[in-house]
């Protein structure tokens, strides 16, 4: 006797095109509008991370893309779950992390502004998206659900790569469907070269320059194009400094490596001074020109896939195109420099910034970061919130093989460890370090049952201040003292091991035996460091600490 087939709903069509996209991994949420599509996951044969807060959910997503370079769907439900990824799809927007994520809706007859009074409903959803994302794409029928998630991922991947947003009616994915099993969906996006004529020029004034010296920002990571830099600055004879979001485009410790001191006045001027700037990647935004302090005085040339961002800070021969396919046209058509001074410009410079540094009394907080780098496998990747010890990662760690993220795109607290989360479930062969504050971490406690859960190798370290310590350095210098920046904390080994995650105490004399240990122990752990930092000062108000 035949057994009937099982009847499939648009909750299976979902499931079916992202594994026909490729895809391996799903993070969310569930909610009652979405429950047609987390029954189909239950079939399927992707793996389901789920996380405890919806925006948490978006950073792990954010972290998977960014560590694989390919779309990370994040799926959550209508109304207070979508809306509470926005925070984390605005971090994947300034990063460029191809997210798809995808949301529930209200059934049929409520869309369009219709107050049927379901619940979650909202007069009009995707609108809170359309300002955050690259695209937005609605679903209406069962059978536009194929197309449209191949729609949205080509979007999400396309240079610039970014977030995208689907939504589905809860009705659409509960209704059974007639419409075949998806078997092949293709979504390649379209390629973003340079045009030749403008590569031709950016070649010629390299060439010809003095005084060359290249920008590298997350374009490039991005790209995967860091091989084509190195290359093209040894042939240059130029100097190169990375973005904070650039960190890894470029080795740390090649005789032209300028580093990643953005926010220091002796990198600023050596920009400024370049005949010929080459930025790659980047948008030469806030923190890429220490503050906006920086005013070149040569030609600049930037290369940029996202066109909102091409010449909107400084005059440049622009050129739109991702960072790869620029930087090997470049690299084939520039005429090679002998090899002067490139190399004695980069040590100078950092044997300024180093002097710098050493004149402000900072020796723990240096101690600390070098805990740190000693502790972390050198191919280990690490996500860091917004919080001191990161502002010192940005500008002084060597991520050597291992990524260096943070949520320095859009700058929300919470970042660190459910990015890290993120990362462990895309590659559990390796451990992970997520750095947050004690502030910062608040936003993430829930995550360690998570962590737990799913046995995830990441080791989080949680330096302990008594609050939001950069807010407190800012206010202090700005106003005399601080406000609502004083934090009343559990204790976060007890919290931690009561979710069954193995956590320490440490110093700063103890923290790089510490740490090791941690990382190198299987699953989740906690190490929590006691410890008032303070930040080296800024070169960007002017006065005596600029030299």
């Not at 648009?10 to 895809?23: H, I, K, Q, Y």
């Amino acid at each position: 006797m035949r057994t009937a087939p099982r009847e499939r709903h648009g909750g299976d069509l979902v499931v079916e095109s992202l594994t026909a996209l490729g895809a391996t991994t799903v993070f969310g949420l569930p909610g009652q509008h979405a429950l047609g599509a987390f029954d189909a996951l239950r079939r399927s044969g992707l793996d389901y991370v789920g996380l405890r807060v919806e925006n948490n959910a978006g950073f792990a997503a954010d972290a998977f893309a960014r560590v694989t370079g390919s779309v990370a769907p994040l799926l959550v439900s209508t109304g207070p779950g979508a809306l509470m990824t926005l925070a984390a799809l605005q971090e994947s927007a300034a990063a460029s992390a191809p997210v798809l994520g995808i949301g529930s809706q209200v059934p049929t007859p409520g869309l369009g502004g219709g107050r049927k009074g379901y619940l979650h409903e909202l007069a009009d959803q995707k609108a809170s998206f359309r300002d955050i994302v690259k695209s937005v794409h609605t679903v209406r029928a069962a059978s536009q659900i194929p197309s449209a998630v191949a729609a949205a991922w080509a979007s999400a991947l396309e240079a610039p790569a970014g977030p995208v947003w689907l939504e589905i009616p809860q009705d659409v994915l509960l209704a059974p469907t007639s419409v075949p099993p998806v078997t092949s969906l293709t979504a390649a996006p379209r390629p973003l070269p340079p045009r030749p004529e403008l590569t031709e020029r950016a070649a010629h004034l390299l060439s010809t320059a003095e005084r060359p010296v290249i920008l590298a920002g997350g374009g490039v990571v991005r790209a995967g194009a860091c091989e084509e830099l190195r290359t093209l600055a040894e042939r240059l004879d130029a100097p190169v400094a990375t973005t904070f979001g650039g960190k890894g485009a470029f080795p740390w410790d090649h005789p032209l490596s300028l580093r990643s001191w953005m926010e220091d006045r002796h990198t600023t001027d050596l920009l400024e001074d370049a005949d010929v700037l080459l930025v790659v990647g980047s948008g030469l935004g806030e923190l890429s020109s220490n503050y906006h302090t920086f005013r070149p005085r040569g030609q600049v040339i930037q290369i940029e896939a996202d066109l909102g961002k091409l010449e909107s800070n400084h005059p440049a021969l622009g050129i739109h195109a991702d960072a790869g396919p620029a930087l090997s046209a470049l690299m084939s058509e520039v005429t090679p420099r002998p090899r002067t001074t490139g190399a004695e410009t980069a040590a100078a410079l950092l044997d300024r910034v180093r002097q710098r540094i050493a004149a402000q009394d900072l020796d723990l907080e240096q101690q600390v970061l070098g805990a740190v780098r000693e502790a972390l496998p050198d191919d280990a990747p690490s996500f860091w919130d917004m919080t001191i010890l990161a502002y010192w990662a940005w500008s002084a760690f060597d991520p050597r093989a291992g990524a260096m993220h943070s949520a320095q795109g859009a700058g929300g607290l919470g970042y660190g460890f459910p990015a890290a989360l993120g990362a462990a479930a895309a590659d559990r062969t390796k451990p992970v370090l997520a750095v947050s504050g004690d502030g910062g971490a608040m936003y993430s406690i829930a995550e360690l049952a998570t962590a737990r859960q799913y046995d995830l190798p990441v080791t989080w370290l949680i330096v302990d201040d008594s609050g939001y310590g950069i807010l407190r350095e800012y206010m202090t210098d700005a106003f005399g003292e601080a406000t609502a920046t004083e934090l009343v904390r559990p204790d976060f080994v007890t919290l931690a091991e009561s979710f069954g995650v193995p956590a320490v105490r440490t110093a700063p004399d103890r923290l790089r035996t510490d740490l090791a240990a941690a990382l190198a122990a299987p699953g989740p752990s906690v190490v929590v460091l006691p410890a008032l930092l303070r930040m080296f000062a800024p070169t960007h108000l002017g006065g005596p600490h600029q030299g």
